[in-house]
């Protein structure tokens, strides 16, 4: 019994030891060696505990652990500072393609409204150019005497459409006055009649 007893009040006494409360001074102390020295050996630790009297009470042990508890603290600190620093960077490239995808969104938004528009022009061209070959089909069976008409007879598909409306722009712009100038359509730009000054 009297051994058991021994061992558990060595026990408690190793216990107790563990568990260090450190002064302002005694941290103001290691803090100096720590930024000369993070990892200091054994004979530096001892050397520390000669040359400083305020840490003469603290084993070698537990300033051993200590070091080891800062460069922790330290490793915790650089990192939340790296990681708060992605951070930020990620929070700007959000910010950056959440802008990106709204002016996406209008512009598809756009593209959708202007192809819609385009396609009811064609369909209401194919129907006035489906009346006006109705139209001529009577007038040339009124007309016998001049079979041959002045124009030949066009596709009326939104495909022959857009065919005659090439020929007709390029056939002006032979002809129109002033000083012809290239353009190039970019991705996203409106088809339009470039303005010719007279």
């Known amino acids: 019994m009297a051994v058991m007893a021994n061992n558990k009040d060595a026990k408690n006494s190793m216990d107790t030891s563990k568990y260090v409360r450190y002064t302002s001074e005694q941290v103001e102390a290691l803090e100096r060696v720590y930024s000369e020295c993070p990892k200091p050996s054994s004979l530096r630790r001892q050397q520390l505990i000669r040359e400083c009297p305020i840490l003469s009470n603290i084993e070698p042990k537990q300033i051993k652990v200590w070091f080891q508890n800062r460069r922790c603290r330290e490793k915790q600190r650089k990192e939340a ?8 960077k990620l929070t700007a490239m ?6 990106e995808n709204d002016r996406l969104q209008k512009q598809v938004s756009q593209l959708v409204y202007e192809n819609g528009y385009m396609r009811q022009q064609l369909q209401n061209a194919s129907v006035a150019a489906t009346d006006t070959s109705c139209e001529s089909v009577v007038t040339s069976g009124q007309h016998q005497h001049n079979p041959t008409p002045q124009h030949p007879p066009r596709d009326a598909s939104p495909a022959g459409l857009l065919s005659i409306a090439e020929e007709t722009l390029a ?19 409106k088809v339009c009649v470039p303005k010719i000054l007279f």
């Open 81 to 88: 500072s790296r990681l708060q620093t992605v951070n930020r």
């Open 94 to 99: 959000n910010k950056l393609l959440m802008e």
């Open 171 to 189: 056939e002006f712009l032979s002809k129109a006055k002033g000083a012809a100038v290239d353009w190039v359509q970019m991705p996203g730009m």
